[in-house]
């Protein structure tokens, strides 16, 4: 039986908050009349993923974003700025800082933060931990629901330099320490250990990535010795050469797959055992998809990606409805000023518009195992209910991340 999802993964949920749900509704409605042309309803997005810059300092080779970093790319204070306001106005709730480099790499990345968090957004932060000297210079600006997330990828020292080749000197303990520091100076911010899984036999331009599916409980007990709140889970995911989009277990024989999954669940079970109750694990829709036999399920789309209308990706390169395809033609609806100013958000909104009419999820997103599956599919049958309008009841806000 598939596990149901987290909180932090059931976006059907979140959608469906006070705070959001009169804009579920409105596109739900809009929808279900057809949605004609130039009608959409004129709200921004609820969340935003914020690649501050394309700057990096590892050279993981697993990394999805390879192609489209260190291109000496940024966003200006000015226009993050612009952008955010003009956001806030329509709707935004949340900023991940995230993708594309490292955001702590960004010249005014602690002005950032306090401009985020100045407009009553909600901010989550992933980073390689470098420079978390960054973090904590602002550390007293996070409150409840904000979150900082390291993505650690290992459980020893060394499977942490093959995992990610860093290009100045550090020591995981040491961004363990300092992340410790952090949690302990404001215990309001959530943090989290990240843990992208790798498992024999993965090859990214002919090398292959060091495995390290069998230090799942070891990075257990490195995040219960420095204070984490959670460890969160995921399946290495790879961009395919020529479509360049993210898959999981592409042409993978049946047989390793079944191995992998047994696999996977010994070592999950281990992890469990490690945490005993002291701290949470988190499991990503993909992974448990993967565990479930499912895989191929989770890339079976319907035809409109809804998400897509709810959240977006901006970059130093243009907004992308969908962190999956960024740097991907097909997914930009504007340049990196698209929401720099009213009358840009409109022309955004606009092309945004025609993305949903027009992106066919199912031909296009045919080879991801989308996290947004679960959610696109709710929306598709929200939406084609007969009969009147379907009843869409709130429940308690709780977090704007998507």
């Not at 599916?213 to 257990?220: K, M, N």
């Not at 319907?302 to 977006?312: E, S």
Request: aromatic fraction near 8%; include cysteine; charge should be negative.
């Amino acid at each position: 039986m598939e596990k149901s999802p987290s909180r932090e993964h059931d976006f059907s949920a979140k959608l469906r908050q006070s705070s959001v749900v009169e804009r579920l509704r409105a596109y739900v409605d809009w929808k279900r009349n057809g949605a004609p042309q130039g009608t959409m309803p004129q709200f921004g997005p609820l969340s935003i993923n914020l690649d501050l810059t394309a700057a990096c300092n590892f050279a993981c080779p697993h990394c999805v974003d390879s192609g489209i970093i260190n291109t000496g790319e940024y966003l200006t204070y000015n226009d993050i700025q612009h952008s955010l306001e003009t956001l806030k106005e329509r709707g935004l709730l949340s900023v991940i800082l995230i993708g594309g480099g490292e955001p702590t790499l960004h010249r005014d990345f602690e002005d950032i933060v306090c401009m985020v968090k100045r407009l009553g957004l909600q901010v989550g932060i992933v980073t390689n931990g470098t420079r978390l000297d960054r973090v904590a210079a602002v550390v007293d600006q996070f409150e409840d629901k904000d979150w900082l997330r390291l993505s650690i990828d290992a459980g020893n020292r060394e499977t942490f330099i093959k995992a990610h080749r860093p290009k100045v000197s550090i020591d995981l303990h040491t961004i363990l320490q300092n992340a410790h520091d952090i949690k302990k100076a404001n215990p309001a911010l959530s943090l989290g250990y990240s843990f992208v899984i790798v498992w024999d036999g993965i090859e990214v331009g002919g090398v292959e990535l060091a495995p390290n599916i069998d230090e799942l409980d070891a990075a257990v007990r490195l995040a219960l010795q420095y204070g984490f709140d959670y460890v969160s889970f995921k399946p290495c995911l790879i961009r395919l050469e020529g479509s360049k989009r993210e898959s999981l277990l592409n042409e993978t024989e049946e047989d390793r797959q079944q191995r992998l999954i047994v696999t996977l669940r010994d070592n999950l079970e281990r992890a469990e055992q490690a945490a005993d109750g002291r701290i949470a694990i988190l499991q990503s829709v993909n992974l448990q998809a993967l565990l479930a036999g499912q895989v191929e399920d989770l890339k079976k789309q319907p035809g409109t990606c809804h998400m897509q209308f709810f959240r977006t990706v901006l970059t130093p390169a243009g907004v992308y409805h969908c962190p999956a395809f960024r740097g991907i033609e097909t997914a930009c609806v504007a340049g990196p000023l698209g929401y720099a100013d009213p009358e840009q958000f409109e022309a955004t909104s606009k092309r945004l518009e025609q993305s949903i009419g027009s992106f066919n999820a199912t031909e296009e997103c045919h080879e991801v195992a989308c996290f947004y599956h679960h959610v696109n599919w709710w929306v598709d049958k929200t939406i084609e209910k007969t009969g009147q309008a379907p009843v869409i009841d709130p429940i308690e806000d709780d977090n704007f991340f998507f």
